[in-house]
């Protein structure tokens, strides 16, 4: 194995791209036009333009993909995460090629793809499995009789593909056939296939999932389990490695099944088995803090776990995202165990050898808002914290996966994730600590991330001690969100002031006046006073608070114009928009939070508008599903109100600001 083509982009092309140098192994990047000028495509020994933008017209398209691997003399492709990752039809045809496929078999990948399949084959090998339905009648009417045999509460999935995608809870029949037109609608578009599957669903349950490991001579081990149950969506933004809830006895059950499904289906090559641990076993006990990891676990439960009960949910047949986390405790590379086994090599250590050694914590640092809205936009600035060499041994060792710089552009047409922050140490509590700080000193400005949220939910009591479960962010995003906000709203003043004096603050001549300023923030005018002081000090005075005295430049905080008006500041673990609303008219500056009409928050394709006009709208009514980054999102009316003007149609692409649709006030007799 001389050349890899590297079959994806951003963050994980640079991952693969890494290690294969590092074994003396060329690389050849591929790219859409938005992804030209990528760090990927500059990292890797070649690049071959694909041409296009969109993902069917690019990373999704086996011809091309293959053209590029002959143009440029590769003799393997690697698939990434995402994708053509999963796709048998692609690895099949890379082999039919001549190609090393560094991946499962292409008869592993049909087995195990299909969360039907997997399901199957796990019951016949004694893995335990939810009551649900996967059958071939996939009509509306099968569905719900299947549904009314297994009862509520109960989960619609895609049978193809993952992360979250095509998924939705079903507590009550009445929602079946929305949640079956919706889920159906996210996996044509995420997936190319509509086939559903449903399940029981367990309402308190932690996702824990087993990372195995295959060569093509028998040899099947895993690397131990990582706890992925924070999720928004349905889709993981912390993950970390040994799970609070699982002890040597539970992760012996747990990997043993997970192998037994791995070398059911022939795999070879790395492959992640998830499973869905019932909360409702294990002691509500938490994990002693501060207490020293031992060998093969971090802070375990005092309560045994033995009788835990564990279900499968699907094996993904590639390499996770959150595969770093395992790299952490383990000290091994996957990416070159995945080379290697796809070489012919045998798997390096037998299942004895194989040590966890203190915690790691994954955090996905995305584009989107405290609210879970994809942004797009374009990088203006961006500070990596320090990173060390990461080495298992070193406490609070920090790893940065990531494909940012500034003047990067975040496009709607692939997923928000920036990039991973990775953090490992000795225990819990200590990782904990350090990725904070590591979030904390991380610095994006130019558009929305979810930076400072991940700093709270790290910090929020019930994740501290070990207890989050799914549900939680359902349970206490709002509470973060609302958190955040205040955090927001107490450094408004000096960190607003900051931002839009620090350019243009006068010499050291005093003003006695006070200048008045209105400041917007969410939507909501904040007046306040600013006088000069001379020697570049602002005394900042607003209502119902002590005055403040400023020197600018303030230590800590981070400004930037994003617009002639606007700008984005962060100051250690909070992030803040604010415009300029001095110059407008009073009435406009204060009418921001009338509910007039309903704007665009992001970019994306119009694929749903539930309402009409004249209709009569309740809070919280759906006005528009719109679909960026691979999700689909619900925006609704923010109080009652009635449809005045639908300004958009299904099909149609809409930006950041657009008017999707206009309210007159809520007819006498509407719903409130």
């Given at each position: 194995m001389k050349k890899i083509l590297v079959a994806n982009r951003s963050e994980i092309a640079r991952r693969i791209i890494h290690t294969a140098q590092r074994m003396g192994i060329e690389t050849v990047a591929v790219y859409s036009d938005p992804d030209a000028n990528a760090l990927h495509v500059r990292e890797a020994t070649q690049?071959?333009?694909?041409?296009?933008?969109?993902?069917?017209?690019?990373?999704?398209?086996?011809?091309?993909?293959?053209?590029?691997?002959?143009?440029?003399?590769?003799?393997?492709?690697?698939?990434?995460?995402?994708?053509?990752?999963?796709?048998?039809?692609?690895?099949?045809?890379?082999?039919?090629?001549?190609?090393?496929?560094?991946?499962?078999?292409?008869?592993?990948?049909?087995?195990?793809?299909?969360?039907?399949?997997?399901?199957?084959?796990?019951?016949?090998?004694?893995?335990p499995c939810l009551p649900g339905y996967a059958g071939e009648d996939q009509s509306d009417e099968r569905l719900a009789a299947e549904a009314a045999r297994i009862g509520t509460p109960l989960m619609v999935k895609a049978v193809a593909g993952g992360g979250g995608r095509g998924m939705r809870l079903v507590t009550d029949l009445a929602q079946l056939s929305a949640a079956l037109a919706s889920a159906r609608s996210e996996a044509l578009?995420?997936?190319?296939?509509?086939?559903?599957?449903?399940?029981?669903?367990?309402?308190?349950?932690?996702?824990?999932e087993v990372q195995v490991f295959a060569d093509a001579h028998g040899a099947c081990i895993h690397l131990g389990e990582r706890d992925c149950s924070v999720q928004r969506r349905h889709q993981k933004i912390i993950e970390e490695?040994?799970?609070?809830?699982?002890?040597?006895?539970?992760?012996?059950?747990?990997?043993?099944?997970?192998?037994?499904?791995?070398?059911?289906?022939?795999?070879?090559?790395?492959?992640?088995?998830?499973?869905?641990?019932?909360?409702?076993?294990?002691?509500?006990?938490?994990?002693?803090?501060?207490?020293?990891?031992?060998?093969?676990?971090?802070?375990?439960?005092?309560?045994?776990?033995?009788?835990?009960?564990?279900?499968?949910?699907?094996?993904?047949?590639?390499?996770?995202?959150?595969?770093?986390?395992?790299?952490?405790?383990?000290?091994?590379?996957?990416?070159?165990?995945?080379?290697?086994?796809?070489?012919?090599?045998?798997?390096?250590?037998?299942?004895?050898?194989?040590?966890?050694?203190?915690?790691a914590i994954e955090v996905r640092l995305c584009a989107e808002?405290?609210?879970?809205?994809?942004?797009?936009?374009?990088?203006?600035?961006?500070?990596?914290?320090?990173?060390?060499?990461?080495e298992r041994a070193a406490p609070g060792a920090l790893r940065f996966d990531h494909a940012l710089e500034e003047g990067a552009e975040v496009t709607p047409h692939y997923d928000a994730m920036l990039g991973k922050l990775i953090v490992h140490a000795p225990t819990r509590a200590e990782a904990i600590a350090a990725l904070v700080r590591a979030?904390?000193?991380?610095?994006?400005?130019?558009?929305?991330?979810?930076?400072?949220?991940?700093?709270?939910?790290?910090?929020?009591?019930?994740?501290?001690?070990?207890?989050?479960?799914?549900?939680?962010?359902?349970?206490?995003?709002?509470?973060?969100?609302?958190?955040?906000?205040?955090?927001?709203?107490?450094?408004?003043?000096?960190c607003a002031v900051e931002a839009i004096f620090s350019s243009k603050i006068s010499s050291d001549l005093p003003c006695a006046l006070a200048r008045p300023m209105r400041l917007r923030h969410q939507g909501q005018v904040h007046p306040v006073a600013v006088r000069e002081l001379g020697g570049g000090r602002?005394?900042?005075?607003?209502?119902?608070?002590?005055?403040?005295?400023?020197?600018?430049?303030?230590?800590?905080?981070?400004?930037?114009?994003?617009?002639?008006?606007?700008?984005?500041?962060?100051?250690?673990?909070?992030?803040?928009?604010?415009?300029?609303?001095?110059?407008?008219?009073?009435?406009?500056?204060?009418?921001?939070?009338?509910?007039?009409?309903?704007?665009?928050?992001?970019?994306?394709?119009?694929?749903?508008?539930?309402?009409?006009?004249?209709?009569?709208?309740?809070?919280?009514?759906?006005?528009?599903v719109i679909e960026s980054m691979k999700l689909e999102h619900s925006l609704s009316s923010p109080a009652a109100a009635t449809v005045a003007e639908l300004l958009v149609a299904p099909g149609q692409q809409v930006s950041p600001g657009q008017v999707l649709a206009r309210f007159a006030p809520a007819t006498k007799g509407a719903p409130a």
């Amino acid at each position: 194995m001389k050349k890899i083509l590297v079959a994806n982009r951003s963050e994980i092309a640079r991952r693969i791209i890494h290690t294969a140098q590092r074994m003396g192994i060329e690389t050849v990047a591929v790219y859409s036009d938005p992804d030209a000028n990528a760090l990927h495509v500059r990292e890797a020994t070649q690049a071959v333009a694909l041409g296009g933008a969109a993902s069917a017209d690019t990373y999704l398209r086996i011809d091309k993909l293959l053209a590029a691997a002959r143009a440029t003399g590769a003799d393997a492709v690697h698939p990434g995460y995402g994708f053509l990752s999963e796709n048998a039809e692609f690895a099949q045809a890379v082999v039919d090629a001549g190609l090393a496929w560094i991946g499962p078999p292409p008869a592993a990948i049909r087995a195990l793809g299909s969360k039907a399949g997997a399901k199957a084959l796990a019951q016949a090998h004694g893995v335990p499995c939810l009551p649900g339905y996967a059958g071939e009648d996939q009509s509306d009417e099968r569905l719900a009789a299947e549904a009314a045999r297994i009862g509520t509460p109960l989960m619609v999935k895609a049978v193809a593909g993952g992360g979250g995608r095509g998924m939705r809870l079903v507590t009550d029949l009445a929602q079946l056939s929305a949640a079956l037109a919706s889920a159906r609608s996210e996996a044509l578009a995420g997936f190319g296939c509509g086939d559903l599957l449903i399940e029981r669903a367990l309402l308190q349950p932690r996702h824990v999932e087993v990372q195995v490991f295959a060569d093509a001579h028998g040899a099947c081990i895993h690397l131990g389990e990582r706890d992925c149950s924070v999720q928004r969506r349905h889709q993981k933004i912390i993950e970390e490695a040994p799970s609070p809830a699982v002890d040597a006895a539970l992760r012996e059950r747990m990997g043993a099944c997970a192998v037994a499904l791995a070398q059911a289906a022939g795999y070879v090559g790395a492959g992640t088995v998830e499973f869905l641990l019932d909360g409702s076993d294990l002691s509500a006990a938490g994990p002693p803090q501060g207490a020293k990891a031992p060998s093969g676990g971090s802070e375990p439960r005092e309560a045994g776990s033995v009788g835990a009960q564990f279900f499968l949910m699907e094996m993904n047949t590639r390499l996770q995202v959150e595969h770093p986390v395992t790299e952490a405790l383990t000290g091994l590379d996957l990416v070159e165990w995945q080379i290697r086994v796809a070489r012919g090599e045998p798997l390096p250590l037998a299942q004895d050898q194989v040590h966890l050694q203190g915690h790691a914590i994954e955090v996905r640092l995305c584009a989107e808002d405290a609210h879970f809205r994809p942004h797009t936009g374009r990088v203006l600035q961006f500070s990596a914290p320090p990173a060390t060499a990461f080495e298992r041994a070193a406490p609070g060792a920090l790893r940065f996966d990531h494909a940012l710089e500034e003047g990067a552009e975040v496009t709607p047409h692939y997923d928000a994730m920036l990039g991973k922050l990775i953090v490992h140490a000795p225990t819990r509590a200590e990782a904990i600590a350090a990725l904070v700080r590591a979030l904390h000193s991380t610095r994006v400005l130019g558009l929305p991330t979810n930076r400072a949220f991940l700093a709270a939910c790290l910090q929020h009591p019930v994740f501290a001690s070990g207890q989050a479960l799914v549900p939680f962010l359902s349970e206490h995003a709002a509470d973060l969100q609302d958190l955040l906000l205040k955090s927001e709203l107490k450094a408004l003043a000096h960190c607003a002031v900051e931002a839009i004096f620090s350019s243009k603050i006068s010499s050291d001549l005093p003003c006695a006046l006070a200048r008045p300023m209105r400041l917007r923030h969410q939507g909501q005018v904040h007046p306040v006073a600013v006088r000069e002081l001379g020697g570049g000090r602002l005394q900042v005075e607003q209502a119902g608070a002590e005055p403040v005295t400023l020197q600018l430049p303030q230590h800590g905080v981070y400004c930037l114009a994003v617009g002639s008006r606007r700008w984005h500041w962060q100051s250690g673990g909070v992030d803040g928009w604010v415009e300029d609303a001095s110059w407008e008219p009073a009435a406009r500056a204060d009418a921001a939070g009338g509910v007039t009409e309903l704007r665009a928050p992001f970019n994306g394709k119009v694929v749903a508008l539930p309402v009409a006009a004249g209709q009569a709208l309740a809070a919280g009514d759906t006005v528009v599903v719109i679909e960026s980054m691979k999700l689909e999102h619900s925006l609704s009316s923010p109080a009652a109100a009635t449809v005045a003007e639908l300004l958009v149609a299904p099909g149609q692409q809409v930006s950041p600001g657009q008017v999707l649709a206009r309210f007159a006030p809520a007819t006498k007799g509407a719903p409130a």
